[in-house]
């Protein structure tokens, strides 16, 4: 590849303290991206103790409230674009870039999207787009098909189906996995710290879901299988994550985590759960304190960082058989495949990987062996940028 400098423009709903599956690629992909050499900057949602600008490991980061999908939820869309429109012309007057590389702004809002085609069209700069989700309704179909993208990511071969299915030009769409940050996330890294901040996990069997509490990640299928590995297992813990901080489109949030604790009230699991919002970096070591992962989620989960993370810390991971989560978790080689709404079946594997510490050593290994091999941050930074090349 050449080795002129690029400057690399992405735009993205949320970016840390917001947490999320896209937030989290985004500061492990940007960062490379100024490690190899290029000027990264990106326009994502204001936050409440944020500066307006703000440099995050060498990528220029600026927050705007036309940005902040929780604010205009409330708002309405009615008269945005010409809004968008400013702070879109402000963000690419400043940083010049090369290339403009949207994440999920197919989707939530028309006037956004159309503002950033129009000025790319105009500028002659190349618009990409990297779809981590897919929606069954019209927007989705309409925002996806036919706005002029110069190209398409699809974090997963499920998602590039989805892609094809509504029609989308096959030829402008590449499927690259996600990759993690393997120095961060690894099998040795010191627990005494988390252990110190919750005591309540020494010495204990702890199984970690770490995603975001609601139905759709499956959470109340984690509590429901903790009820038979307790009876096996009494002193299991469950960690669950994520319970603040994030774009919360509809405000299903809060209902989501009322029905999990009464569910944790319900079958009298109070001493065997932790629930709290954890800061990225307590995430590697939530990993290495647990002997199993689980991520049993219920809907069409598109990729699922927290697999890459998990298995770059040499844990076993327990998915279910739906979206992208198949493509990376093979069942009995670094983890296993679940039924959807099995709490049985969750619970069985659960066990099953608590009985035996050969056979959670094997999964996690290879784990981490995948990992080394193919889902590297390098790896998927310069397979990004092989995109960028053809269309500049």
């Known amino acids: 590849m050449s080795k002129k400098k690029l400057n690399i423009a992405h735009l993205h709903w949320g970016f840390p303290p917001v947490i999320g599956g896209v937030e989290t690629h985004l500061t492990i992909l940007l960062p490379t991206f100024v490690k ?20 995050y490991h060498g990528v220029k980061v600026t927050r705007n409230p036309v940005m902040d999908l929780n604010w205009l939820y409330k708002r309405g869309l009615d008269g945005i674009q010409v809004e968008a429109s400013q ?19 197919n989707y939530f809002s028309k006037a956004h ?19 981590h989700n897919a929606w069954d309704d019209v927007q989705f179909l309409e925002l996806t098909s036919t706005i002029a993208w110069n190209h398409i990511i699809a974090v997963s071969y499920f998602i590039a189906k989805e892609l ?6 096959h030829s ?40 975001r509490m609601g139905l759709a990640k499956g959470c109340d299928v984690s509590i429901k299988a903790l009820c038979a590995v307790k009876r096996k297992y009494p002193d299991v813990m469950l960690v669950l994550a994520g319970t603040k901080n994030i774009i919360d489109w509809g405000d299903t949030q809060q209902k989501d985590i009322a029905y ?39 809907s069409f989960e598109p990729f699922g960082l927290t697999m890459l993370e998990a298995m770059a810390c040499s844990r076993p991971m327990i998915v279910t058989n739906t979206g992208g989560m198949p493509e990376i978790i093979s069942d009995g080689v670094n983890g296993f495949v679940i039924p959807v709404k099995d709490s049985e079946e969750l619970a069985s594997r659960i066990i099953r ?39 500049l």
């Open 36 to 55: 190899m050499g290029h000027n990264a900057s990106l326009l994502t949602c204001s936050f409440e103790g944020c500066p307006g600008e703000e440099d």
């Open 87 to 105: 702070v879109f012309e402000k963000f690419i007057d400043k940083n010049k870039p090369d290339v403009l590389h949207a994440h999920n702004m």
């Open 113 to 131: 999207i159309k503002a950033l085609e129009r000025i790319a069209l105009q500028k002659g700069i190349p618009l990409f787009l990297t779809a």
């Open 164 to 169: 094809n299915g509504i029609g989308c030009d």
């Open 172 to 211: 402008i769409i590449s499927t690259i996995h996600h990759g993690v940050d393997e120095d961060m996330f690894n099998p040795n890294v010191d627990t005494k710290s988390i252990l110190k901040k919750y005591p309540q996990l020494k010495g204990k069997r702890v199984i970690f879901h770490p995603a």
């Open 260 to 298: 999990m604790v009464q569910l944790v009230e319900k079958f009298g699991l109070r001493d065997n759960v932790l629930i709290d919002s954890y800061d990225l970096t307590d995430m590697p070591a939530l990993y290495n304190v647990s002997q199993v992962c689980v991520y049993p989620s219920s």
């Open 353 to 391: 990987i608590m009985a035996d510490k050969d056979l959670r050593e094997r999964l996690g290994e290879t784990g981490r062996q995948m990992v080394e091999t193919s889902y590297k941050k390098m790896d998927v930074a310069q397979a990004t940028l092989n995109l960028y090349k053809k269309y």
